[in-house]
Each structure stands twice: as C-alpha cells, then as structure tokens.
C-alpha cells in the first residue's frame, strides 16, 4: 500500500492586524506570518506530501495587500509545479464581503477551495476523497458535519472549519459533536478555528485541530506547529512538525501582598528582547496600585520584544456605608484620612448603586448586564483614583505651607 | 475671641481709635465720613475672602491697628494695609505687654480657615442693605457666600461654598473627572475622542478608496469590456451599412462614369477621323521623302554641318600645304649650304691637324711653360737677395779684421805691460818715451783692442746669420738655375721649332675653327630637324585632306551630291519636305496623344465593351439597392460613428483610469491602514468606556454632593434653631431650610416674620453657618448701623422709622444681650438714629478720636 502524506494547518491569517502587540512591532510580526508560511510550503515540498490542507485563515481578508496574495500565490505556485494538492476552505478572517480573493487563488491546477456551502468532494488525488464546505458565511451556526456521512474504499478526509464540542473558544462556529463526526465515518477531520493543537479524536476517527502555525494575537500558547498526517490504508497516523517561532508568554500575577518592587523584579527576571511577554494582573484592585501596570510598561518596555501589563485585578464593595450622613456622624472629622476612607466608601457605595439609566445622554449601554457590572468596576477605579489625587494635593499643599 | 482695640490711621487724615470691651458695645459717631473711614478699615481687618473672591478697597492706603485677643485670652495684635500688604500680628509676649511681629504663617492657626484656606480672621461683619416699601429689612454681609433674597428667605447659602467646608474633596474629585471626561471628549465633538474619530474617519476613507478603487477597478475592468464589445458590434454594423452605401455611391459613381465615357467615346471617334484624314496626307509626303537618295540618315543637320566643316577645313589644310612645302624647300637649300662650309672646315682642320695641338700636349706646353716661368720668377727674386746679401761680405769680413786687430792690440798692449815688468833693460830716453808712450799706448791699444774685439765679435755675431741664409740662397739658386735648364730643353723638344708663342697662335687658330665646325654641325642638325618636322607636318597635312576627302566622299555619296554645295541644296529641299511631315505627324500624334492609331481603336472598342459591362452592373445595382432607404442607413451610419467615436473616446478615458487606479492601488500598502484602523477602533470603544465608567463615578459624586448638601441643609437649621432658642428663650421660631439651584435657603416658619425678628433669625442662621463651615468659635459680632447704607429716599423718609424700630427693638438688645455673654457684639450707629442711643447699654461711646 502506498503511503498517502497529508500535510494540516489553519489559522494562518496572513496579514492579520496584529492589534495584540505594539504598533513598533507589528511590522516585524507580519513579516513574520509570512516567513511560516513559507516555511510550511517548504516543508511540504521537503517531505513530499500529496496534499496541503488548509482548514481556514489563510488570510485576513479585511487587511491583506496585494503584495501578501502574491507571496501565497508564489508559494501556492511552487506546491502545484512539484504536484502537491493545496486543498483548503474559508475561515472566519477569509470572509469579507465575500470570498472572491481566495476563489482567484485557487484558480490553478491542483487546487481546490471549497465554497459551497454544501459539502463537495475533491477526487484528483488517487486512493484519496477530501469533502470540504464553506461553513463560515450562512452555516456558521449549522452543524454542518451532520449533513456528511461518507463511506467507500478510498481515504475519506474532511476539511471543516468550525468549533469542537467543548473547544475553549469565544465565538462559535458550526459546532461539531463527537456523535457527528462518529456518524460521517470520515478517516480524518481536518478542523481549523481553534489556534491551539487539539486531539479530538473518538475511537477510530481522527480529528484535530492543528492550531495557528504562528502567533498572531496573545490566544495562542507554546510552540507552533503543523501536522503531517500519514495514511496507511485508511489508518492515519498524525505527527507533529514544529513551525519556528517567536517566544510568547503570557504571565498572571496575583497582586495582593506584593510591593512594586517585588513585580518588577519578578517580570525583570523574564528579560529578553526577543520575547513577546504579556503580564496579566489579577488579584484585589487598590487605589495604591492604580498606576502599576503604565509604570511596569514605562519600566520594561524597552527589555522585551513586546512588553504588555494587563489589569485583571478584582474590585471589593464594602456596603455598610451607603450615606454620607451615615458616615459623617459615625467618623471623626478631624482626622483627614480616616475622612477619606470614609468617603471613598460612600462613593463606592453609590456607584454600586448607580443606576446606569441615570447617566444622561451618554450612557450607550442599556441593560444591566456583566458590562454594566464592568462598568462600575472600572467607574469605582477612576473615582477612587480621582478622590486619592485630591487627598494627595491637599496634603502636599498644607506639607508645603507648613 | 474679641476686639480690643481699633486705631484707624488715615494716610491723609487724622489717626482716631475705638476702644472695646466685653458684652454688648455701641460705637456712636457724628461724623458720617468718619464712620465710613472706619467701616472701610473693618473691611480690611475683618473681612476674610471668599474663595477666589476679590474685593475692591477704596481706601487702601490707610491703616488699621486692631488689638484682639483670643478664646484663650492669648492678646493678638492686627495690622493690615490693603490687600497688597501680608497680614501681620503682633502677639502678646507676656507681663511688659511688648508685642512681638510675626508672619502670617504663626498666625495661621487663628486665622487660616482649614477648608477653604482663605487668610484673615473674621469677625461677623454685616450692615443693613435696603429698606423698600413693604419689605424686610435686609442685611448685607461681607462674608460674600451668605446673602438675603425675597420671599422670606432669612438667609441663602452657597451650597458650593458648603461643601467646600464639607466634601470639598469629593466636588474636586468629581472636577478632576469632569476634566478627564473633557480631555477624552464628552461628545465625540472634541477632546481624545475626537482626535481617534477623525484619525478613524481618515483611515476608513482610505480603506474605502482602497475598496472603492479595487470595486471601481472591477467596475471599469467590466466597463471597459463592455466597451470594446460595444465598439466592435458597432464597427461590424458600420462596415454593413458601409457596404450598403458603397454600392449606392458606386451606382451613382458608375452612373457619372458611364456619361463621362460615353463623351470620351464620340471623342475619341471624332479624333480616330481626324487622324485618318492627316494619315492620308504623312503617307503622301513620307513617299515624297523617301524619294530623296540616301533617307532621313543622309539629310540630318549634323552631316550637314560635318559637310560645311569638312569643306572649310579642305580649304584651310590646302592653305597650310603650300605654306609647308615652301618654307621646306628653303630649309633643305640653307641645309646644302651649310654642309659645304663644314666640310671647307674639316678639310682645314684635317690639314693642320697634329698631335701638337691636342689639347693634352697644350696642357703639357702650358705646364712646362708656366713652371719655366715660376723658375724664373723664383730666380729673379733670389738674385735680387743676393744683392742685398753682398755688402754682408765685406761687412763680415771687415768685423772678422776687427776681431783680430783687436785681440793683436790686446796682445800688443799686453806685450807692452810686461816688458815693464821685467824691466827693459834699457830705458832709454826712447824707451823712456816708450815707455812713457807705451803706458799710454798699451791702455789706447788694449782699449782699440778691446772695442775692436768687441765690435768685430758683435759683427760677426750679427752678420753670420745672414751669410749663412746667403749662402742657402746661393744654394737654391743653383738648383733652380737647374730647373730651369731642364724646363727650357723640355719646352724646347715639345714646341719643336716653334716658339711658345707661335705655338700658342696655332693652337688658337686652331681652336677656332674647331668651335666653328662644331656650331656647324650643330645647326645643321637642328636644319635637318626642322625639315624632317615639316616633312612630317606636310605628311599629316596631307593625311589629314586625304581623310576629308575620304569622309566627305563619304557622307556626300549617299545623297548622291558630288559637291558639298549640292548637297547642300538638295539638303534644304528635304529638310522642308521633312518639316512638313514632322507637322502632320505632330498633328497627328496630339490627336492620337503619342498613341498608335490602333490603340486608339483598341481603346475606342474597350471603351464599347466597358460601357456595355457598366450599364450591365448599374442595371444589377438597381435591383440590389433601393435609393429610399440609403438616406436611413446614411443617417444610421452617422449616428453610429459618432457613437463610435464617443465609446471610443470613454474606453481611452477609462483604461488611463485603470492605469492610474492600478498604479495607486499598487503602492498603498492597505495591511498597514487595516492594522491602524482596527487599532484605532479598539482604542475608541477603550475612551467609550473609560468615559462611561467616569461618568458613572461623577454621578456618584454628584449623589455624595446632593447627599451632603441635605444633611448641611439640616444641620445648619437645627443650630440656628438652637441659637434663636438660646436667645430669646422662645421655642416656636422655626427655621428650615431649602435648597434652590446651587443655593441652600433658609426660611422662617413665619409667612411675614417681625424685621426685628427677621433679623435675630438671620444672625442665628448666620452664626450656624459660620459654626459648620469655618468654625472660628466665639467671632465678634460686629453690626454696623449708620443710616448712610439705607438706600433710603425723601420719599421713603418714612420707612426710617422701621430701621429705627430695629436699632430700638428691646428684643434684639435682650437678645443681643444674652447672645453678648457667648461673645463680643459691637453695634456700630450715626448721628442719623440718636435715638438708639441706650441708657440700657453697658457701654456708651467709649472713645472718639
């Protein structure tokens, strides 16, 4: 039996705007994407595989110059003179106002892009049937491998891009049951949409995610990687190839009992120019450390290739105090900062209950949901943040004086 | 806290001062002015600003001292000049009662307000302001946030002012946020936001050119298709109706032709007739010139002219024949004569010729001769030598006597000197005479000997030179005299018996006639060219008739002329016969132009046949075309080329559109807009919601104020409840209070309360509000009463008496007694209310300056 070689990736998105990272590296980071893809069209030829999967993302349509289409064109053209398949379906970031741009990609000989919104099979490699749908544009909320259900002595390979059962991702596309890709008896599924490589496999089924092959926003963890996935008969057998990258890491900090000092500290022992670090901070929010994550930024910046700090701290509300009067007569007014404290609980008090209705014309959000909520929180920052630098004014003022 | 003290120093007046002590004091003064001076000092000493409040003073340059002495009875001392000049104090340093100055910051504890930070301590200070027909008196305070209003309000408070005493952080917490929600754009009108739409706007219009422009580059792509399709369907109907309308205008065109040709037809027949007629008349005269012997070849003016030459040049060569032969006839005479004189020469020269005078035996004659003559020169001169030599001879010989004569006196005179000597034996009187004279004779004869010597050594010596060059010449003489022998025996056998001279005549002679033989022979050759020259010349000259001769012969024989002089004639008469052809022929050929007569019947029959096939093909047009319906298609075609040419004129436009579009679209990179733009997008909904959650926390600001606000509100009314209570010991005055626009105002239960009512219940509130926001304690009251603040009118006089009843009201003094008791009053009155003058006060006018 011949051995058939499948090579998988997704999520490429070529000319992605890389808003997760500095506007100063962005350029870098493109050129970048680019160079994996070369890379895979490299390794494609190198291991002579019969086919180039792409389950999705090949480009952000929304941003991709013409110079971008080109390069995949050339490299496309490279895979098809030494007769390779490039066999690929839309993604999310391939949708425009429509798909003519991949459509004239893959205008050539040896390839095939699925655009149908209803599955189609590619029979021009022998031995091997590969379906493929266009699951993004009207079907992004059907479950569209319920419609295939194939069965003949060939390799039954599916190209799909959509969303796995349980697949850790924020905007669903088409979902996928195990129950689904049981009953389409297909050898192997090739999924795209998840950036993250993920065995779904059930019992003799393969399926995978082969994950972005590059780090194109801060949702991608570790090494990248494309899958070279070898069929004996209609065994398939899959195989990580690592695509090279730049480092990326994403770090959380709990901030509650640390000093400024102890988190610089800690981030500066991460130093490396050519590292993308993004530092998130959780933790209980204090006026204190209202400045921390810019003076971290200001601090860092120039140690690392790309360097974020990301406020996830956490707000408490201390409720027993509701009303000024309440706290006025309860506290004793000649003490400057016990004053204070009381009357940022007052305050915290009364964004709490804040009703956003309230606020006049401004207010675009109308319903009490976890963006209100967000909302307060981050209100309740800025306000406690506000009544500090007016404590702090007037205390410099009267050190002053005095 | 109270007012000790008041020194007024006026800078262009006199000084006065107001002595104070505790309870209840009333300040009376005549002198209007004067009060005034003082109320304008007060002003400076007692008044502390309102927040960014700035009041005008009158009078800054006066001065005022005031002595006041705290709650702890600590003496404090206040000088003030304007409010240009720092406040200074001057504090109590004890038993000598010496006052120290200090800064304004000592001072601060007593003075500065702790909220609003204003400087100056305070005393409550306020006047009567109006007093209008059917209203309440009202009051005016110099603390500026406190002010009375109609409508029964007893006092209004500005709540701003409250709260600064009272949440003052909270009202600038919620500025600092009004100033980030005005940094970042309220309204996406201005600010950050603003800056983030425009640059959004821009970087989408770009995008949307990038769209627009690829969508518009479809668009024209398509357009541009269409557009050529467009021209070519129009270009093929064109070409159909063109067709169409081709064979219409061929019809008319074939038409016109046919007229035309028909015309040329009756032409050229008219001029086949005309040529026939003047064939008719050539043929006649051909014949006639054919008849003359030799043809055209024989009648050509070139040989008529080569004729004339030839005979001209005949008769010229003739000429030139006899001149020749005559002037070679003379030659060849000169010739004979001429060899005979040469050979009278050589027959002489033959007869004296010998080898004597050849030119080398002459060369040889002269040789010896002129050696012979050099000997004899060179002899000559050494004979003449040798007679100057001569005389040398005897010359030496005389000097060689000399010598010796000398040297004999020399002995002689030696000879003599000896016999002395040796004594001659006899000295006898010859000898004596001898030898006296031989003394004598021996010294003259060795002298002559000696001159003699010497004369005959130095001629000797002088002269052998020249003897020996004489004898050398005599010498050379004798060899050259052998010379000379021997040239004259070889002169001698060379000339034989002749002399030279003779010899020399000979060879001259000799000479002569040699040269003359040679110019002989050589005119004589120069004679035999010159006839072997005319020789040839004649020879040429006459090839030269011969060949004339010949060649007239030759170009005459075919006229059969035998003279020039008839071919000549016979020439004339058949160049005129041959003009007369050449006419009709003339004729003919512009007839015929330039053609043959067949070809004009050739023509004339494809003329025929032509005509036939075109009236043939009109007669097939007819059917083909209706002439109806060309005018439509004409009108057709035009509209279709303009059409054309308008499509044309697009497709150009939009293709150097789609260069231009695609040259623009190349260069903009959109990946870098994109990114821009997604960014830009994320950092607007980022502002969105920075300036919605700001908005929030204002709000709960704005709530904390309000909350802050009412509980004031009540706070304020309940103390001044108190103080009212406290002062007239009556429990049914009420004061609450209601906050209006940015105003707390405080009200009276009363609908129309008393003024003197009114006026207890406004120093209550106003006591309560000093108490809550600055409180200064035990500040004095100072209320200042002088008539002149009363905008009161002629008219109004009347409404005096109500201010009266007020400075008079027993409730105010009782309760302006009790309230005297907590702290220092100090009413302050003029001449105008004498009336207030009380016997009840505790204190009179205490000091007048």
Not at chain 2, 265 to 271: G, I
């Amino acid at each position: 039996l011949s051995v058939i070689k499948i090579l998988h990736t997704s999520n490429i998105c070529l000319d992605h705007v890389l808003t997760d990272y500095h506007k100063g590296v962005r350029k870098d980071k493109r050129i970048e994407l680019l160079e994996s893809f070369d890379f895979i069209v490299n390794k494609a030829i190198q291991l002579e595989v019969n086919a180039l999967l792409i389950a999705g993302g090949i480009i952000s349509a929304g941003s991709v110059s013409l110079s971008t289409l080109d390069r995949i064109k050339a490299g496309f053209s490279r895979l098809t003179e030494k007769g390779i398949h490039v066999i690929a379906v839309p993604g999310c970031s391939d949708e425009k106002s429509d798909i003519s741009i991949l459509k004239e990609l893959f205008s050539n000989k040896f390839m095939c892009f699925f655009s149908d919104e209803k599955w189609s099979v590619y029979q021009d490699i022998e031995g091997v049937n590969i379906y493929g749908i266009r699951s993004t544009f009207n079907r992004k909320n059907d479950n569209c491998l319920k419609d295939l259900v194939v069965g003949s002595d060939k390799v039954e390979i599916g190209i799909l891009y959509g969303t796995f059962y349980q697949t850790p991702v924020t905007t669903k596309i088409s979902p996928i049951t195990s129950q689904d890709l049981i009953k389409s008896n297909l050898d192997y599924l090739a999924l795209g949409h998840y950036e993250n490589v993920v065995n779904c496999s059930v019992g003799k089924n393969i399926c995978w995610y082969s994950g972005s092959p590059v780090h194109y926003s801060f949702n991608t963890f570790g090494e990248r990687h494309v899958l070279l996935v070898s069929f004996k008969g209609k065994d398939a057998k899959v195989s990580r190839i690592k695509v090279p990258s730049r480092l990326q890491r994403v770090v959380h900090m709990d901030l509650n009992g640390k000093s400024f000092a102890q988190i610089s500290q800690y981030v500066k022992r991460m130093t490396n120019t050519q590292l993308c670090l993004r530092v998130e901070l959780d933790g209980v929010w204090n006026p204190v450390n209202a400045q921390l994550a810019k003076d971290l930024e200001d601090m860092l910046c120039d140690e690392f290739f790309h360097f974020e700090v990301c406020d996830n701290t956490l707000f408490e509300y201390t409720e027993n105090i509701l009303n000024f009067y309440e706290g006025r007569k309860s506290k004793d007014r000649d003490s400057g900062k016990k004053r204070g404290h009381d009357l940022s609980q007052i305050f915290l008090g009364k964004v709490q209950y804040t009703d956003n209705e309230q606020i006049d014309n401004y207010s675009y959000c109308t319903n009490k949901t976890g963006t209100d909520n967000e909302l307060n929180i981050m209100a309740s920052k800025l306000g406690l943040i506000a009544l500090r630098e007016v404590y702090e004014h007037e205390n410099r003022k009267v050190v002053s004086m005095s | 806290m109270k007012i000790e003290k008041l020194s007024v120093c006026p800078e262009d007046g006199e000084q006065f001062e107001f002595s104070f002590g505790q309870g209840l004091c009333t300040i009376y003064d005549q002198d209007s002015e004067r009060l005034k001076k003082l109320i304008d000092s007060l002003k400076q000493v007692f008044h502390y600003s309102y927040t960014d409040h700035k009041e005008e003073i009158n009078n800054d340059m006066q001065q005022i001292y005031a002595v006041l002495y705290d709650d702890d009875d600590n003496k404090l001392g206040l000088k003030r000049r304007g409010d240009s000049v720092e406040v200074e104090l001057l504090l109590s340093s004890g038993a000598n009662e010496e006052s120290l100055v200090c800064d304004s910051n000592i001072a601060q504890p007593f003075l500065k307000c702790n909220y609003c930070g204003q400087i100056g301590y305070s005393s409550l200070l306020f006047v009567p302001e109006s007093l209008e027909n059917d209203c309440t008196l009202k009051w005016s305070f110099f603390d500026e946030y406190v002010k009375q209003e109609d409508g029964g309000v007893v006092l209004s408070v500005d709540s701003d002012f409250l709260i600064s005493h009272n949440g003052g952080v909270i009202k600038d917490a919620k500025k600092l946020l009004e100033k980030d929600i005005e940094r970042l754009g309220p309204d996406e009108q201005k600010g950050y936001l603003k800056e983030l739409k425009d640059f959004k706007n821009t970087l989408e219009s770009q995008m949307k050119m990038y769209s627009v422009g690829n969508t518009y580059k479809d668009d024209l792509e398509d357009k541009c298709i269409w557009l050529k399709e467009r021209i070519t369907f129009l270009q093929s109907r064109m070409n159909s109706i063109k067709q169409v309308l081709n064979i219409g205008n061929e019809k008319e065109k074939l038409t016109e032709e046919l007229k035309v040709m028909k015309s040329l037809l009756q032409k050229d027949m008219r001029r086949k007739k005309d040529a026939e007629t003047l064939n008719i008349t050539l043929c006649e005269h051909k014949e006639k010139l054919s008849s003359f012997q030799g043809g055209e070849q024989a009648y050509m003016p070139q040989i008529l002219s080569e004729a004339k030459n030839l005979s001209n040049a005949l008769n010229g060569l003739d000429r030139q024949l006899e001149d020749r032969d005559r002037t070679h006839k003379m030659a060849i005479n000169e010739l004979a004569n001429m060899r005979n004189e040469l050979v009278l020469i050589n027959n002489e020269l033959q007869n004296t010729e010998c080898t004597m005078y050849s030119d080398d035996y002459v060369m040889n004659v002269e040789a010896v001769m002129a050696n012979l003559r050099k000997h004899q020169d060179q002899i000559s001169k050494l004979e003449s030598s040798l007679v100057k030599h001569k005389s040398l001879i005897s010359k030496i010989r005389i000097s060689r006597i000399f010598t010796v004569l000398g040297l004999i006196l020399m002995a002689c005179s030696a000879v003599f000197g000896a016999n002395e000597e040796f004594g001659f034996l006899n000295r006898s009187g010859f000898g004596q005479i001898f030898f006296i004279q031989s003394h004598w004779m021996m010294l003259f004869m060795s002298l002559s000997g000696v001159l003699m010597t010497l004369f005959g050594f130095l001629g000797i010596r002088k002269i052998s030179g020249k003897v020996n060059k004489f004898n050398n010449m005599m010498k050379e003489k004798t060899v050259l005299l052998g010379q000379l022998a021997w040239d004259k025996n070889k002169l001698t056998s060379l000339l034989k018996d002749k002399t030279y001279e003779e010899y020399m005549e000979q060879y001259n002679n000799m000479a002569i006639l040699r040269e003359t033989k040679l110019n002989m022979e050589f005119s004589i050759d120069k004679l035999e060219r010159e006839i072997s020259k005319l020789d040839n010349e004649l020879n040429l000259i006459k090839v030269r008739i011969k060949r004339s001769k010949e060649r007239l012969y030759h170009i005459l024989r075919p006229s059969g002329s035998v003279s020039v002089e008839r071919y000549i004639q016979v020439y004339e008469e058949y160049r005129r016969q041959a003009v007369i052809t050449n006419e009709i022929s003339n004729k003919m050929k512009i007839i015929l132009e330039g053609k043959p007569l067949s070809y004009l019947n050739g023509q004339i029959d494809d003329m025929i046949s032509r005509l036939s096939m075109m009236e043939a093909k009109i007669e097939r047009m007819d059917k083909d075309v209706i002439n109806e319906n060309l005018e439509d298609l004409k009108e057709e075609y035009e509209l279709k080329q303009m059409e054309l040419m308008s499509l044309k004129n697009e497709l150009e436009e939009r293709e150097r559109d789609l260069n231009v579009i695609s040259y623009d679209a190349e260069k903009i990179d959109v990946w870098e807009i994109a990114s821009d733009l997604a960014e830009t997008n994320i950092e607007i909904d980022n502002v969105k919601k920075t300036s919605e959650a700001i908005k929030i926390a204002i709000t709960g600001f704005s709530n904390m104020i309000k909350d802050a606000t009412i509980c004031l509100g009540g706070e304020i009314s309940s103390l001044a409840n108190d103080i009212l209570k406290f002062m007239l010991g009556e429990d049914d005055t009420r004061i609450s209070y209601r906050i209006v626009g940015n105003r707390m105002e405080f009200t009276s239960n009363s609908i129309k309360p008393a003024e003197e009512d009114f006026f207890l219940k406004s120093l209550a509130v106003y006591l309560a509000v000093n108490e809550v926001t600055c409180a200064r304690g035990t500040s004095p009251i100072l209320c200042i009463l002088p008539e002149i603040f009363l905008k009161i009118g002629a008219i109004e006089r009347s409404n005096l008496k109500r201010f009266k009843t007020v400075c008079e009201s027993i409730k105010i003094k009782d309760a302006l007694k009790k309230l005297a008791k907590t702290r220092q009053v100090i009413w302050i009155i003029n001449e105008g209310i004498l009336n207030l003058i009380d016997e009840d006060s505790e204190q009179k006018l205490i000091a007048i300056a």
